[in-house]
């Protein structure tokens, strides 16, 4: 029987074509990525030893990670500006930049002993007004001129790679800053390796923001946390603002890649039925075998290897549809639904991509035409995805910040605008000298997730089914909420509401019989997938 293939299958075909690669060996796929050189990160610290705090240039540390390995050291770059030195002690926020495809800290920091990265010298500096007809020209920090104020952010910059000694199929391979699909790993219906996942998106939550809230002079919680990524970081940015609101106070992304899928993602709906399509009965939950298994099984070269990762990381395009989807922006996009009691939206996004345009070739500049050559095919892949990334948002009416610019894939073009990102991070910030920018938490909010156990706007969901689907929350406040979805949910109100079901803060919301497979197709965001019900909440006596 024939399978439909999604373009992401389509694609690494084509690109393996184009390598010469045959689809033959049964060796691991690994991509070729090197280890940041020469850049020597500081031991985990030993329980109870403090971190010696490096002030005023870039410095790498490791913590050790029971997520992405078994005690496994992970090493981040940082850098803490003068003015949150913790001899002045005072507490910073924190901005998280995620890097792009085959890369490492350094592409966002530098190495250690440096202050020239755009991120850091955009700090205290900025392009001189009138820069944004050619923004190549103050790709370089040097050309820049001091700002009008300076901003106290600390600046931290994970690696996005599997670890040498840690989960995952090998070294090396870029993370899609996912949980990785467990079906693949040790114990799962489909193995591919024989480790745990690598559970990326909770090491960022779970490990690193603590970590460097313990360690860091960095103030504690969301209100002190921003995110931002280029490219895959981008991606990875957008992926985890919308999976955490709660986690951060803004998003941003530069040329992202936010739809792997490269297929519309449908938006789920202001209003849904009251029963939908579902089993009658319960019925035996049997997965979808992944026929792209021998694909993700070949030695590639780093350029194709980079996104053939995506079917370790997530899997099929098509059988595990579900999972990609829980992974994608695009599908995520309702989750910046969040607002506080003036209606006003909690949650800050802003992003640019470039219209993919030569531009530095094309103003003469002949010394830009194997620059341009090289980074102008990425831009027209991720530009699209950009374009459905803002459709998306405007279908949920999720107000966001969003821009073309000129040029293409390259730091070139993209250096002179992160003044500009910092500046929207730091306006929506908890800040050094004690002022709290920070919005407040949301009154009302609308949220989905594949994920079977959650925390969200410290309400708790925890579902009792098999398939991997979609649970939709609608219009969730300490007055009622709206689920969708199927099996039985069990929904812990937080106590700050003082409300609850049946005289109980914690009750179970039985939406049907599960399905017998995983979600195809996007079809969860359709009125009529599984059960709609409306639960109203009201005032628990004590």
């Known amino acids: 029987m024939h399978r439909r293939r999604t373009a992401l299958t389509l694609v690494a075909a084509a690109v393996l074509a184009v390598a010469g690669v ?8 690994q991509a070729t990525v090197a280890a940041p050189g020469g850049v020597q990160c500081t031991a985990p610290p030993t329980p109870g030893t403090p971190v010696t705090v490096v002030v005023g240039q870039v410095a790498c540390q490791e913590l050790s990670s029971h997520l992405l390995g078994n005690g496994t050291p992970a090493p981040f770059e940082y850098y803490v500006p003068p003015q949150c030195d913790p001899a002045l002690n005072v507490k910073c926020p924190v901005l998280y930049l995620l890097h792009g495809f085959g890369g490492d800290y350094t592409e966002m920091l530098n190495t250690p002993g440096t202050t020239t990265s755009a991120w850091i010298q955009a700090e205290t500096k900025e392009p001189p007004a009138g820069f944004e007809p050619r923004p190549w020209k103050y790709a370089d920090p040097a050309t820049w001129i001091p700002a009008p104020s300076v901003l106290g952010i600390i600046l931290v910059a994970p690696l996005g790679q599997t670890l040498p000694g840690g989960y995952g199929p090998g070294p090396g391979q870029d993370s899609y800053y996912a949980d990785w699909n467990p079906r693949f ?13 690598p559970k990326f998106e909770s090491f960022l939550t779970d490990e ?12 504690h919680g969301r209100d002190y946390r921003a995110i931002a990524g280029v490219s895959l970081g981008g991606f990875g940015s957008y992926k985890l603002g919308l999976q955490h609101p709660d986690e951060w106070t803004t998003m941003m992304s530069v040329s992202g890649a936010h739809n792997f899928l490269f297929a519309p993602a449908p938006q789920p709906g202001m209003v849904t039925l009251p029963v939908g399509v579902q089993p009658p009965i319960p019925v035996t939950y049997t997965p979808l075998p992944s026929p792209t298994g021998a694909v ?18 997530f899997g099929d395009p098509v059988a595990d549809q579900a999972y990609f989807r829980g992974n994608m922006p695009t599908d995520l996009a309702m989750n910046g639904r969040a607002y506080d009691k003036r209606g006003a939206q909690v949650f800050g996004i802003d992003g640019f991509v470039n219209d993919m345009t030569p531009a530095q070739t094309l103003s003469g500049d002949t010394s830009a035409v194997q620059s341009d050559i090289s980074s102008e095919p990425f831009e027209n892949i991720v530009f699209p995805m950009n374009v459905d990334m803002e459709a998306s948002l405007a279908q949920q009416g999720v107000a966001n910040t969003f821009a073309i610019h000129r040029g293409n894939h390259s730091d070139r073009y993209r250096n002179a605008w992160f003044r500009g990102l910092e500046e929207f991070a730091y306006a929506r910030l908890a800040h050094p000298d004690g002022t709290d920018s920070a919005p407040p938490p949301p009154k009302v909010f609308d949220y989905r997730s594949i994920n079977r156990d959650f925390t969200i706007w410290k309400w708790h969901f925890s579902l009792d089914r098999a398939p991997t689907e979609f649970l939709t929350l609608r219009s969730v406040s300490c007055d009622g909420l709206t689920l969708q979805g199927s099996g039985k949910v069990q929904v812990s109100v937080p106590h700050s509401c003082h409300t609850g ?7 179970t919301v039985d939406l049907g019989p599960a399905q017998a497979t995983d979600e195809p197709l996007g079809l969860g965001a359709t009125p009529v997938y599984g059960r709609t019900v409306q639960v109203t909440l009201t005032h628990l006596h004590r």
């Not at 045959?22 to 796929?29: E, K, L, S, T």
């Not at 790993?185 to 996942?197: C, F, K, L």
């Not at 780093?302 to 995506?310: H, I, R």
């Not at 079901?501 to 009750?507: L, R, Y």
């Open 185 to 197: 790993a040790a114990g799962g219906d489909e193995q591919r390796y024989d480790t745990p996942p």
């Open 501 to 507: 079901f049946a005289g109980k803060s914690t009750f």
């Open 208 to 219: 690193l923001a603590p970590f460097v809230e313990s360690n860091l002079p960095a103030g």
């Open 22 to 29: 045959r689809i033959a060996a049964p060796a691991h796929a």
């Open 296 to 313: 993700a099984s070949l030695p590639l070269p780093s350029q194709v290897g980079t996104f053939v990762t995506a079917l370790d990381a």
